[in-house]
């Protein structure tokens, strides 16, 4: 592959020999990145180049819960409450929240567990497992307070005189709570200390090597709430055994009440209440609360994903080869990296299945590089993929720029159609002829054994950076089922928040489609800008 100087038209033979009329010789000596240690500290997430989410405080307009009081089984509880923690007795609440009006958020809804907690005799919430159906609250949530979250299908509502919530994971319903509606107005005193109450999550971000590197529990209390309106009433509680969403592992005893309320609200950053990283430091740690420590990923009842290479079977790519600007392409490169010097980036998008994360689909926006050292890679500038599941392993492990978008391959008689929507609206059209022209699978197994080269940019609960590295993702035991190459066409659509315009196409050179298996093992930190 990129040797140091070398010519592309050595990496892809055949490929450039009947598809590029250019002079394909990357030098990696001279040109650098643009995108400084200042940049990078300053981005209050990543993809760089698109945030997910922006800098708090979050302002929530029009915010509006259905709270379901039960009782449930002790033992059950006390399995899902981490030490320091205790119980504050047998009831659990099950909550559905509309937020219609949310900064940087957008408008989605969301559903989850809480259990009522002592913290050294303070009575706080602790959130352990929360579904919902938009991107940069799950990636936020997750990445500056901890919040336990997955993506799902929550559905809150009013329908006649019944408040409702539904919630579905995978395509299954998991939960079904309904209220009468309005049934009894609660006093403004009383909702107010409810809504204030501290709120805890315990956050747990692995290092690159999926040991843990941030085991927190992280407090906050809303602000600036201003109570809309508040009312109480009967209510009913069905929850639906699932294993990813297992709400049933708190099953319903008894039904309490139901509360529903209204009102504006501000989350602002947390505070840690407890470490267990620097707890192990100091011999303080008890055997229970080691325990927190072999969790893989949030929530604790359903990890995300485990601590194990990632095994990827039926992998087929479509990738193209296009010229860019090559202004564009520094602005978003780290100036640590050294970028090819005819311009490319490729275009690649991906089906696939893993272990433990499931099938999916994924687009990546990906530069020839090298690194400081002499190793030959390709930087990760975006991602986008439609399985939360990856979305969170991939950024909080290995860096990777990923957001929750419709990527789509698929044969459609003598192409290979691929497109890309985000929220719904066209953001790219790929096509490549099908089974065009066969190439060597040794030149295909060379190109997919490059490493990707990510930035690992993870806040701590006031916004910070608190990881901010070069991570590299290695590719291994890649076995190459076949490989064909063809003419392509790429058309990209200006989107703000999927921004692959950014790095414009000049000059499509070709495409490549492979199939195979291959193996992402643990990362290597290669920089760190703390």
């Not at 000596?29 to 945030?51: A, D, H, W």
């Not at 979250?149 to 006649?160: D, E, L, N, R, T």
């Not at 592992?249 to 009102?263: D, S």
């Not at 590295?469 to 035991?477: A, I, K, R, T, Y």
């Amino acid at each position: 592959m990129f040797k140091n100087c070398l010519k592309l038209k050595n990496c892809f033979p055949s490929f450039i020999k009947r598809y590029s009329t250019l002079n394909l010789n990357l030098n990696f000596q001279t040109i650098r990145g643009n995108l400084t240690k200042e940049k990078i500290l300053n981005s209050p997430s990543t993809p760089i180049i698109s945030p997910s989410y922006p800098r708090g405080p979050y302002n929530f307009k029009n915010r509006e819960y259905f709270i379901i009081s039960y009782e449930s089984d002790p033992e059950a509880i006390r399995d899902a409450v981490p030490e320091p923690l205790k119980p504050a007795g047998n009831t659990v609440l099950f909550e559905w929240i509309a937020m219609p009006d949310s900064t940087g958020f957008g408008a989605y809804q969301e559903s989850g567990t809480v259990i009522p907690c002592t913290y050294n005799g303070m009575q706080v919430n602790y959130t352990c497992q929360m579904f919902l159906d938009c991107d940069p609250p799950i990636s936020g949530g997750r990445e500056i307070w901890g919040f336990p979250k997955k993506y799902a299908h929550p559905i809150f509502g009013v329908k006649s005189d019944t408040v409702y919530g539904t919630l579905h994971y995978a395509g299954q319903q998991v939960a079904q709570g309904t209220m009468a509606y309005k049934y009894k107005v609660i006093n403004e005193e009383l909702a107010l200390k409810s809504l204030s109450k501290t709120q805890v999550n315990l956050k747990l971000i692995p290092d690159v090597d999926w040991t843990p590197k941030i085991a927190q529990l992280i407090a906050y209390n809303l602000t600036n709430i201003k109570l809309i309106g508040s009312w109480e009433g009967p209510a009913k509680l069905h929850l639906i055994e699932h294993v990813n969403a297992p709400a049933c592992n708190l099953p319903v005893k008894k039904v309490i009440t139901g509360k529903h309320y209204l009102a504006d609200i501000t989350l602002p950053y947390g505070r840690v209440l407890y470490d267990y990283l620097e707890e192990k430091k100091k011999g303080n740690l008890s055997k229970e609360s080691e325990k927190i420590l072999e969790i893989a990923s949030m929530p604790p009842l359903a990890p995300s994903y485990q601590r194990s290479k990632l095994f990827l079977e039926n992998r087929e790519y479509l990738r193209i080869y296009y010229e860019s600007d090559e202004q564009a392409i520094r602005n978003y490169v780290p100036s640590e990296l050294i970028v090819n010097n005819q311009n490319i980036v490729i275009i690649q998008w991906i089906t696939t299945n893993g272990t433990g994360v499931g099938d999916y689909s994924k687009l990546d926006v990906l530069i020839p590089c090298q690194t400081q050292n002499g190793i030959n890679c390709l930087f990760s500038v975006q991602s986008y993929m439609n399985n939360s599941a990856p979305i969170t392993m991939g950024r909080e492990v290995w860096g990777e720029p990923q957001k929750y978008a419709e990527p789509k391959l698929q044969v459609e008689k003598d192409t290979l159609n691929a497109t890309l929507n985000y929220c719904s609206l066209p953001v790219a059209f790929g096509s490549m002829s099908f089974k065009h022209h066969k190439i060597d699978h040794q030149i295909a197994q060379q190109l997919l054994n490059l490493p990707h080269v990510n930035i690992k940019l993870l806040p701590n609960e006031q916004g910070n950076a608190q990881i901010a590295q070069l991570v590299l993702q290695s590719h291994e035991q890649v076995q190459i089922y076949s490989a064909w190459e063809g003419p392509a066409r790429l058309h990209l659509i200006p989107h703000v928040n999927a921004p692959l315009s950014e790095l414009p196409v000049k000059k499509v050179i070709g495409a490549q489609n492979i199939l195979c298996d291959l193996v992402i093992p643990q990362g290597k930190v290669i920089h760190n800008y703390l």
